[in-house]
């Protein structure tokens, strides 16, 4: 078995030419842009590198280098490759932003720089569309430093991110950060629990946060898997041995089937990385070992899941010709390359593709080109457009933004089949507000000549307002109001799950306290969520 350990960002194999894949039929690959051809430009994209879609359908991200002073910038590009940059670094206000970009709710963009800032540790920054830039935490080592990843925005409207080093044992942390900047480690790395997470993390339907780490566990260094709550309770899901993979440098991606998804730069049958699947109680499935003479290898990038229900991803090296390929998983593990690159229009992808509303996959490489800096591309692939969510889940009356394309001519916003109010601010994007009724599923816009659909579901939450009585023995109907309680599929009482459940309506569940139950709040779960009461049940004798 051959196996390469990766240790650093370009400490890979060399590998043996000649051997010559034939990429898929029916996609298209267009090298959109070619960075340095103007001066300034953004130059050498690498991982985490995440391109993020605007409100505006204009493609955002990050560069480490290039900008006015070659110390990096954000840029944005439109689908027909026109490329502006709207931030340069200068050093005091962060430099060497490896991150790329997470749009928010608010519509602006989040990111990180690796270094720079007032202790030159980097920075958490916000950036509008426009370019307006505001420092909101600057690292220390106490508080963790040099994050390779942007912050994400969950559910609860706070940001969750990594980084690389610092915290209490110097190995990185994971951090929580207000809007407005309030700043609080939830968790230190320290060998015994891996350490170096240089992808961003994701969250679960179960509110947690799920994250790779590229040092393993003790005298394991392969890396590993982990989840994380919104408190800082750390649980280690899978500690990689090579033989199922290694050292990964991307995060997960949650895929709809509720698993997540990534991919190891390192490992496998062959050494050059893996694709897995793990479940959110830490079981894990190689799917795909890579093969770089066939297949590429070490995809420093992770995986997004298209419209089509299958995982498209990046290999760093190897294909026909050594400069890396585009390919395509399906969940079960079923392999393809989609598009090998041949150097001339660019190579050595690092950076995980993004699928735009419209359909189209884009990326970037990080060397090769015109002026082997890299370049944006895109590839076509017949996948279907569809409405992005932003968030992903929320309460009925919270508004929520849908991004894609048309909605000039948009009749309506249904919630699996409930209508609701819209605003349309742009073609490309529009507000809803979660509808009385409303049950988790499919969000469709309405627009002549053919629906756009969510890719994925909009899981609405439920809530409790009240319940009565307020004590009784075991066996005593409870009356449960509320709303979004239409998908009830488990009531509890102190924690005991109730096995006498009668759902009434969307607004009204009746559950018969049961044997064994406990004192405690009433938590009922739907798929959207779960939802606890605000007043204690006293169980009586």
Known sequence: MKRVKVRGLFAVATLTLGMVVATAHAQTYS????????????????YSGIVAQGRDGILYSTTPAGGNGNMGTVFKITAQGNVSVIYSFDGTHGKVPYSGLTLATDGNFYGTTSVGGSANLGVIFKIT??????????????DGYTPYAPPIQAADGNFYGTTCFGGTSAYGTVYKMTPTGTYKVLHSFDLTNGSRPYGPLVQGKDGNFYGTAFGGVGNNRYGMVFKVTGAGTFTILHAFDLTDGGNPYAGLVLGKDGNFYGTTSNGGTEGYGNVFKITPAGALTSLHSFTPGTDGGSPFGGLVQATDGNFYGVGYLGG????GTIFRITPAGSFSVRYNFDGTKGGSPMVTLTQHTAGILYGDTNTFGSHNTGVF??????????????PTSGKVGKSIGILGQGFNSATGVSFNGTAATIKVLSDTFLTAIVPAGATTGIVTVAIPGGNLKSNINFRVVPSIKSFTPTNGPVGTPVIITGVSLTQTTKVTFGGVKATTVTVNSDTQVTANVPTGAMTGKIVITTPGGTAASAAVFTVTQ
């Open 31 to 46: 090298d959109l842009y070619n960075f340095g051809d103007a001066s300034g430009d953004p130059l050498s994209p690498q």
């Open 129 to 142: 569309p426009a370019g307006a830039y505001t420092v909101l935490h600057n690292f220390a080592s106490g």
């Open 320 to 323: 026909g010709t050594n400069h």
């Open 377 to 390: 591309y895109s590839l076509k692939s017949s996948l279907a457009p569809y409405a992005a969510l932003l």
